[in-house]
Each structure stands twice: as structure tokens, then as C-alpha cells.
């Protein structure tokens, strides 16, 4: 599968994960041009039939891939397992550690029978203590701290989104960009790669544990934060909506005053300074707040936006499939499920030469690509015989 025109066309990966870290890694491969093969037991993708939340998942993260079955148990099809994997550039894979290797797919065995694999593995954990331990998103957040820094640490909440598979997912794609870069350069060797789950949500919470070793102070969740700006606040207006205002420089400060008739705040010689004005933000915000509570947010979101100040609407994701700007040429992408049915998802975010990338994806129905891909290896036995 080539001819795409896109930059890692030519580049094969045979991708054997489950969830959502190892197959948003795939995702994003196929998406920049890769053929990436997705080999599933006759069972299928357990996510193939999740509900719920999980409803979106095997979709989303497994659009423009090729489905083909094989059962492992059979000598046969580990056979060819490794037939495609003799003519793959790149190994996905998320087992927990010890899984493959009790089948001889460990990567020991694999770099001994193909040397110039790239082996990515997805774990919850990096070599060490935990290593041998599962891990799940909610998992990671709260041992990582992330979710006390996003709740509290009486009430931790979790990120609202998969953000640390999806995000693990992309620093397999960087590992593997790099180790494809090094291959170009003349080494012929390829890589063994692990992709941490909780490493990469410690990565997110770094900037927290640099600023204890830096200052020796606990840094405060978000809630208990102090703010770092005069008005940096959630606000109701008229309609019954929220919208979020940000003001964080001293033009926006002049100009958001001046707007809204604040007036008093311009001339209150006890406001002159940023610092000033945070000290005194128990004044300012109910001021401020009866002020926004007479417009209603779409008159709102055209005077902030004039003044170039930073805004939202307090949108849920339901609402973004009529914003104006998710519904720009490219915005959303047409794709197709495997049971035939269209669907709206967000482009991948790079504009590649001016265009979008991820335009009539398809999701493969379990196995739909078996026989093609069992006859473009018979065809490769050929040549080589």
C-alpha cells in the first residue's frame, strides 16, 4: 500500500495492541501514510464491542488500518505473523510483560530472528520497580499526582478525557520517527522501544515537581491555586451561560476596564500595578462579575475577541460540533465505521503543505483485509524463491 504522498508512505507496521495507548500510536502512523496492519485473535478487538464511554474507542483510534485474524495457537499463523513482520519496518505492541515472550514474540526472540525490526512496546510502566504492574489511565493519574493537581488532594478528579493512552500513544510515534531518522542515516539495525504510561503522566506533572525542588513549596491544585492574574475567572452572563475571561496583560486590562465601563478601577491609584490588582481581586471579581452578568455570551465573545482578549464559552464536547471554527474546511474529517455508517472526527491536528490529514479514513471489519494480506506474502515468497 503506497502512493500515498504522504511522509511515511512505503513504511509498514504490523500493530498487535488493544485499548487506546498502542492503537492511537497506530492511528497516528496510518494517518501520516504508514500501512499499518492490525493483527487480531479470531475473537476480535475486545474494544470492538465496548459501550459506554468506551463506545468511541475502537473507531477513533483504529480508522485507516488493515484487519487481519490470526490465531497465534496455530503454528501456521504464527508463521506468518512472522512473515509479515520480516517485511514490516515497525512492531506495535501493549502486552502486559511475559505475554508474548511465553509464545516466543518477545523482543529478545524477535530482534534475533528480525534485526532490522523497530519494536515499540506500549506498558503502564518503564523498566523498574513497577514494571510488572498493569496500569490504567485513572491509574497513572493518581499516582503521578495529577489527579490532586486537577481536583484536590482530598477530592482527586481525573483528567476528562483518555489524555494520558492518547498522549502515551504520541511519544510512541515520536520514539518510532526517531528510530526510522536513525535507520535513514545508515544504521541497519532497529530498535527496542517501551513507552511508559505513568512516565509520560509524570512528564505532564513535571512542572509541579520542579517547582517544590525549586521554591520548597507544595505546589497548589488547581482549585487552591493562586492566580497569577487580576481577573483569570469563570463568569455567568445574561443568557444563562459561562464564559471564561482571561486578563493578563496590562492592555488587556486598560481596554477589558474601559469596555465595560470599569472606569474606577483605571482611576483607584491602589490598582496601578498587576500585583496590585491581585491582591485585590476579592474587590474586583464581584465587580466585575455584575458587569459580565448583563450580556449575554455571544455579545460577549465579539467584544472580547475585538480587543484580542482571551475567552471561551464553557462548551461541552456535544457543543463543538456546531462551532464555527471545528466546522472549517478540515476541521472535521469524514470517516467511515466498519459497519458501514459515517462518522464526524476532529482532523489530526498538523496542517501538512496547507491540508488536513485523516480524510475518509475507514475502520476495518475484523479480518476484512486477511486474504489480501496473506496473498501480497505469498506473492513476496515468490519473488524471493
Not at 452578568?293 to 464536547?317: G, H, Q, T, Y
Request: aromatic share 6%.
Amino acid at each position: 500500500m503506497t502512493g500515498t504522498g504522504l511522509p511515511l508512505d512505503g513504511v509498514k507496521v504490523i500493530e498487535m495492541t488493544h485499548m487506546v495507548m498502542g492503537p492511537s500510536c497506530g492511528m497516528v502512523l496510518a494517518q501520516l501514510g504508514a500501512d499499518v496492519i492490525k493483527v487480531e485473535p479470531p475473537a476480535g478487538d475486545k474494544t470492538r464491542s465496548l459501550g459506554g464511554m468506551g463506545t468511541s474507542f475502537f473507531p477513533l483510534f483504529n480508522r485507516g488500518k488493515r484487519s487481519v485474524v490470526l490465531d497465534l495457537a496455530r503454528p501456521d499463523d504464527r508463521e506468518a505473523l512472522h512473515q509479515l513482520l520480516a517485511s514490516a519496518d515497525v512492531f506495535l505492541e501493549n502486552f502486559r510483560d511475559g505475554q508474548l515472550e511465553s509464545q516466543g514474540l518477545g523482543a529478545d526472540a524477535l530482534r534475533e530472528r528480525h534485526p532490522h525490526l523497530i519494536i515499540a512496546g506500549h506498558k503502564g510502566f518503564m523498566s523498574g520497580p513497577y514494571e510488572h504492574r498493569p496500569a490504567l489511565d485513572e491509574v497513572v493519574q493518581m499516582m503521578s499526582g495529577l489527579a490532586a493537581m486537577t481536583g484536590t488532594r482530598e477530592k482527586p478528579q481525573r483528567v476528562g478525557s483518555s489524555a494520558n493512552d492518547i498522549m502515551g500513544g504520541l511519544f510512541g510515534v515520536i520514539a518510532i520517527l526517531a528510530a526510522l531518522y536513525q535507520k535513514r542515516g545508515g544504521k541497519s539495525d532497529g530498535a527496542d522501544i517501551r513507552i511508559g504510561l505513568f512516565e509520560n503522566c509524570l512528564f505532564l506533572v513535571a512542572q509541579h515537581m520542579v517547582e517544590y525542588e525549586m521554591t520548597g513549596n507544595k505546589p497548589r491544585s488547581m482549585p487552591e491555586r493562586e492566580h497569577a492574574w487580576p481577573i483569570y475567572d469563570i463568569f455567568d452572563t445574561e443568557d444563562a451561560s459561562r464564559i471564561f475571561i482571561g486578563v493578563v496583560t496590562e492592555g488587556h486590562w486598560q481596554s477589558f476596564c474601559r469596555e465595560f465601563g470599569l472606569q474606577e478601577f483605571l482611576d483607584d491609584p491602589a490598582l496601578r500595578t498587576t500585583t496590585d490588582r491581585i491582591l485585590a481581586r476579592a474587590r474586583i471579581i464581584p465587580r466585575v462579575a455584575d458587569e459580565i452578568r448583563r450580556w449575554k455570551v455571544d455579545e460577549l465573545s465579539a467584544r472580547l475577541d475585538r480587543l484580542n482578549i482571551c475567552f471561551s464559552p464553557i462548551n461541552r464536547p456535544e457543543d463543538l460540533l456546531n462551532d464555527p471554527h471545528v466546522l472549517r474546511p478540515g476541521g472535521l474529517v469524514n470517516n467511515v465505521n466498519a459497519d458501514g455508517k459515517p462518522f464526524r472526527v476532529p482532523a489530526l491536528p498538523i496542517e501538512w503543505n496547507g491540508g488536513h490529514l485523516g480524510e475518509g479514513l475507514k475502520v476495518p471489519a475484523l479480518g476484512a483485509d486477511t486474504p489480501a494480506v496473506k496473498a501480497e506474502l505469498a506473492r513476496t515468497e515468490r519473488r524471493r524463491a
